[in-house]
């Protein structure tokens, strides 16, 4: 059996990895309450007691725009917990899976906006305290001379936790219009998909040390994301289950009247965030990783959260 700690255990991916996770795996996934990655000897403590293999370190400051208010917390977590995890990680010769960002991208390429998808040689550029704190973890782990992968994603949803589906799908229960920023490009991601990658990686044999990118197939805006979440919604399947005020929409030419695009500057978030940061994910098909289609999964989600 394979030792595997877990960090971020109970978050949208962690809880997809737990649900995924193969029986060859003796896995350890310790709450943030038992476990917080900011404490230095907590996690040197627990890494040289369960001695693992593999750490999967999917534990992160993830609110954006809080992050703005609060980047010492951003920082404590996404740069200095990474850099915890990675040297516990070397220290006992286990490999490390570090998950980060498509955020750590700017949305320019030479100085103009980018239209090709970001590879993992890219330079980075992070926006906003998020990607400034994810990419000093990147930069951390990289140079922590242990056997190290991290794993860029994007955009993830998931039946679990808080994502932009579930939002979606609860505004539309209610009955509400939703305005949606049409202007920032990026890659929908279901976390089973980005856990399943997860656990292939952990389960090569040979090394796999470097950055890989894993997102879904299709890249889009928030609001055409939203219309297609709105698309599926509609569809027989979910007619019983989709509340006592359901929204009505004009679906079918990925247009949608519940769904309003507005531009980002409208929504006025505090975080910047790059107006396009798809990234390529043609280096993960040598491992068998390919990129999946985006209604399947949007399907298999509604399932999972309408039925509840
Ligand atoms: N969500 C996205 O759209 C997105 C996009 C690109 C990249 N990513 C990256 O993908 C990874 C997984 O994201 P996710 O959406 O699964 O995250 P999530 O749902 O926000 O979960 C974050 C996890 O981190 C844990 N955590 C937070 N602070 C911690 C601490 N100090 N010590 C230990 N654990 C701590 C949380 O535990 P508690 O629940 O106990 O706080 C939770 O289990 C992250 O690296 C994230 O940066 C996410």
Known sequence: ?????????????????????????????????????????????????????????????????????????????????????????????????????????????????ATEPYHEDATPHPLNVYGKSKHEGELTVLASGGEAAVLRTAWLYSEHGRNFVRAVLARLTMGEQLRVVSDQIGSPTYAGDLADAVIALGLRGESVAGIWHVTGAEAMSWYRFACRIVDIWQEPEFAGMRGTRPATCAAGDGNCAVVVPITSHAWGASASRPAYSVLSCEKARVLGITPKPLDSRLRQVLRAVLRR
């Not at 293999?53 to 992160?60: P, R, W």
């Not at 286990?94 to 949305?107: C, E, K, M």
């Open 1 to 113: 059996m394979a030792r595997v700690l877990l960090l971020g255990g109970s978050g949208q991916l962690g809880t997809c990895i737990r649900c995924r996770y193969p029986r060859t795996w003796d896995l350890h996934a310790p709450p943030s309450s038992q476990l917080d990655v900011t404490d230095a000897s907590a996690v040197q403590k627990t890494v040289a007691e369960f001695e693992p293999d593999l750490v999967i370190n999917a534990a992160a400051f993830n609110r954006v725009d809080e992050a703005e208010r609060h980047p010492e917390q951003a920082y404590a977590v996404n740069a200095l917990g990474a850099d915890h995890v990675a040297h516990a990680a070397k220290r006992a010769r286990a490999r490390l899976i570090h998950i980060s960002t498509d955020y750590v991208f700017d949305g320019l390429q030479n100085g103009l906006p």
